[in-house]
């Protein structure tokens, strides 16, 4: 069954270090998202991503989050200069139009 | 006032016992609503959509009043496997873009 990865499954960064988490979604899926999901907290939007552009973002991906989709597997986000509230288990999913969306394993980043 | 309301539960029920949670949203203009499953430490995973028809699916059954704004899920004879966090989510444009979550509901069911 076609599934969504995630790499690394667990990163661990110092306050101000850039960090790229990765993702592989299903491959004849044309939407893309990232959500983060804090400690004992709510899983939160960040971004959708279709035809090689931001289709939504939220209030929390500003200036210091980026995504983009290298080639034709691959769907990444960029922090730039990570703080520690940007500690979290961060998901990709990614779905066809109007259809279910689904969930890679998760990234956990933690910012020392 | 939060977009989708949920009880944090614990909910603890023992094995074979009904168990129903309870969902509100705030947007009017909300578009579809599901339920996901998440374990710990985990990613959320799919259990159903949620119909103002109502709809069932095995032991589930999930329903949408949209004049309350009020979503529920029924589980019955608990199992052991149910236990996990129950999510309750809703979309505000067309389609299944941009998911909004609840805080979850968690269930332990025990022998």
């Known amino acids: 069954e076609p599934e969504v990865t995630q790499t690394p499954s667990h990163q661990v960064t110092q306050m101000g270090q850039e960090v790229i988490l990765r993702c592989v979604p299903i491959?004849?899926?044309?939407?893309f998202y990232w959500y983060r999901q804090i400690l004992g907290q709510k899983v939160e939007f960040l971004v959708s991503?279709?035809?090689?552009?931001?289709?939504?973002k939220s209030e929390i991906f500003d200036d210091q989050f980026s995504v983009e989709r290298p080639d034709g597997s691959n769907f990444t986000l960029k922090i730039r200069s990570t703080k520690l509230e940007d500690s979290a288990m961060y998901f990709c999913?990614?779905?066809?139009?109007?259809?279910?969306?689904?969930f890679g394993p998760g990234t956990r980043l933690t910012v020392l | 006032r939060k977009e989708v309301e949920q009880d944090p539960g614990p909910f603890n029920v023992p094995e074979g016992a009904t168990v129903a949670f309870n969902c509100t949203y705030s947007?009017?203009?909300?578009?579809?609503f599901f339920w996901y499953r998440q374990d710990c430490r985990k990613e959320p995973k799919l259990l159903m959509s949620?119909?103002?028809s109502g709809n069932e699916d095995g032991r589930f059954t999930a329903q949408l009043n949209r004049a309350s704004q009020y979503i529920s899920l029924l589980i019955r004879d608990s199992k052991l496997s149910d236990s996990a966090t129950y999510l309750c989510?809703?979309?505000?444009?067309?389609?299944?873009?941009?998911?909004?979550f609840g805080a979850g509901t968690r269930l332990a069911v025990h022998p």
């Open positions: 999913a990614s779905s066809m139009p109007g259809d279910e969306q689904f």
């Open positions: 491959s004849n899926h044309l939407y």
């Open positions: 991503f279709y035809n090689n552009e931001i289709s939504e």
């Open positions: 947007n009017s203009a909300s578009q579809s």
């Open positions: 949620v119909y103002s």
């Open positions: 989510v809703g979309t505000f444009s067309g389609g299944y873009n941009k998911l909004i």
